[in-house]
């Protein structure tokens, strides 16, 4: 069985801090991992993706994660937070290697505040 | 280049009423397509997915219903709305095998349901 789990609802830094929205998942296979932000009122982008090759990802708007099979962990990360950052952000995990939508798991989300 | 359409992007509905939205894909062929329901403050829940013409899977009971005409095409339909149906529609596609899980998604649509 797959979950995903975003371990905070809501994360609120200061505009030039670090980022960092937490990530746990369970996967009884090889899992691909993803990151999703989600503007107010559109839909989801993809930021980044991990497919088992390096295990440090870089994405889209100076994100990364770092996949760590030991912790199960996906955090997403960001040295220096900026005002357009602010986003509802999706941890998602799927099975690579079956056709069926239902593999793909959704995390609640985390949405990011980002103080002036 | 693909591209997803979503329409209507804002929908106010009285309850009982009928229910379409549409969804179509341009750029690909024979995509997996989805319709996720997203409530406020929460995630994504899947409702229907697709992985041909006319192969509908449904993820949960629910008062709505969903069709794929066309290859390309995606339909979330309802015959009488519930104010629980009140939500952030999103349609998306994605590729089979190896690339499953990299979903790409419409605007959404914001249904009200009165």
């Known amino acids: 069985a797959q979950s995903v789990t975003q371990l905070d609802s809501h994360v609120s830094v200061s505009e030039g801090t670090p980022v960092l929205l937490r990530c746990n998942y369970s996967?009884?296979?090889?899992?691909?991992l993803f990151w999703y932000v989600q503007h107010p009122n559109k839909g989801l982008q993809l930021l980044l993706k991990?497919?088992?090759?390096?295990?440090l990802v870089k994405g889209i708007n100076g994100f990364e994660a770092e996949f760590k099979k030991s912790e199960t962990s996906f955090h997403l990360t960001k040295p220096s937070a900026h005002m357009s950052d602010a986003a509802e952000y999706f941890c998602?995990?799927?099975?690579?290697?079956?056709?069926?939508?239902?593999?793909?798991?959704f995390g609640s989300g985390t949405r990011l505040s980002i103080r002036p | 280049s693909q591209t997803i359409h979503q329409w209507p992007a804002t929908l106010v509905q009285p309850v009982g009423s009928p229910l379409s939205l549409e969804c179509t894909v341009e750029?690909?062929?024979?995509?997996?397509l989805y319709w996720y329901r997203q409530a406020a403050g929460r995630g994504l829940q899947l409702l229907f997915y697709?992985?041909?013409?006319?192969?509908i899977s449904s993820e949960v009971p629910q008062n709505l219903s969903a069709s794929r005409p066309q290859d390309r095409q995606f339909i979330l339909s309802s015959k009488k709305l519930l104010l629980s149906d009140s939500g952030f529609y999103l349609c998306?596609?994605?590729?089979?095998?190896?690339?499953?899980?990299?979903?790409?998604f419409g605007a959404g649509t914001r249904l009200s349901v009165l």
């Open positions: 998306a596609w994605t590729l089979g095998g190896a690339a499953l899980g990299i979903q790409y």
């Open positions: 996967s009884s296979y090889s899992p691909s």
């Open positions: 991990y497919t088992s090759a390096a295990t």
């Open positions: 998602v995990v799927s099975s690579t290697g079956y056709s069926s939508a239902s593999k793909i798991i």
């Open positions: 750029g690909t062929s024979n995509p997996n």
């Open positions: 697709s992985v041909g013409i006319g192969q």
